[in-house]
Antibody
């Protein structure tokens, strides 16, 4: 069974940093591209970052470029999202998603999400 | 950036009724690149439909998608109790990015 399990969220102060992790299982991790999508409380979905199978090709949404860094460790079947300079508007549930085999930005599996709250 | 506008914002229906959800794009999208997701309260979204009309694995056939160009539709032929949720359309037509609609909530009348 495909599983994506996020961790690393919590209450953080403005200006701080954190790293979210996503542990994958149930599929051959290094053959799939991966993404992070976030959802602010009561709001819709926002794609924020994508990473290729090798980790060499990376894309970011304009809204997060410069503060967010995506990475992966295929040996650990994990993908990560580092966030610096936290802002109140970064408060959201962050989902790890798997890209479908045929379309990079079609998300065929989602984790349960991890909540990041930014407040002083 | 392609903007997707979903309507209505909320659809109040009874079990057994037909639901028709609209997704309009600000630019023409290839039919290969339009998807629908379902999200229930407290849960992650789930892929329902991709390439406008193809059902994802395990999705019942009461869910169907149609459309082309800038106008797309998700239809639920007969609502089951478990179908009351929020539905998002998504375009993945442009390289290096994708966008979602703001969602349509289907709730019990």
């Amino acid at each position: 069974e495909v599983q994506l399990v996020e961790s690393g969220g919590g209450l953080k102060q403005p200006g701080g940093s954190l790293t979210l992790s996503c542990a994958a299982s149930g599929f051959t991790f290094d053959t799939y591209e991966m993404n992070w999508v976030r959802q602010a409380p009561g709001k819709g979905l926002e794609w924020i970052s994508h990473i290729s199978r090798s980790g060499k090709t990376i894309y970011y949404a304009d809204s997060v470029r410069g503060r967010f860094t995506i990475s992966r460790d295929n040996a650990k079947n994990s993908v990560y999202l580092q966030i610096t300079g936290l802002r109140a508007e970064d408060t959201a549930v962050y989902y790890c998603t798997r890209s479908s085999f045929d379309w990079l930005f079609l998300f065929d599996r989602w984790g349960q999400g991890t909540l990041v709250s930014v407040s002083s | 950036e392609i903007v997707l506008t979903q309507s209505p914002g909320t659809l109040s229906l009874s079990p057994g009724e037909r639901a028709t959800l609209s997704c309009k794009s600000s630019q023409t999208i290839s039919s290969d690149y339009l998807a629908w997701y379902q999200q229930k309260p407290g849960q992650a979204p789930r892929l329902l439909i991709y390439a406008t009309s193809s059902r994802a694995t395990g999705i019942p056939d009461r869910f169907s998608g149609s459309g082309s160009g800038t106008d797309f539709t998700l239809t639920i032929s007969r609502l089951e109790p478990e179908d009351f949720a929020i539905y998002y359309c998504q375009q993945y037509d442009r390289s290096f990015t994708c966008t979602f609609g703001q969602g349509t909530k289907v709730d019990i009348k």
